[in-house]
């Protein structure tokens, strides 16, 4: 926060990508596990939605720039 000076509403944001980008970690690190009994998917609206596309049989590649 300090490097960006980032304030109110633009702060609230970056906070809950944070927070779903930190939920996806948890859950791509969950499936490569494969012994885990459990997935948290629900921790985030974005795990939810990409809940289909990472789970099962899908074999999914992620591309961050």
Excluded at 4 to 24: H, R
Excluded at 29 to 36: F, R, T, V, Y
Aim: proline fraction near 2%.
């Amino acid at each position: 926060v300090s490097k960006t000076g980032a304030e109110g509403t633009v702060l609230d944001e970056a906070k809950n990508i944070n927070k779903s980008l930190s939920a996806l970690g948890n859950v791509i690190s969950a499936l490569a596990d494969g012994n885990k009994s459990h997935i948290p998917y629900r921790d985030s609206k974005l795990t939810r939605i990409l809940q289909e596309s990472l789970g099962g049989n899908a074999r999914t590649t992620i591309v961050i720039c």
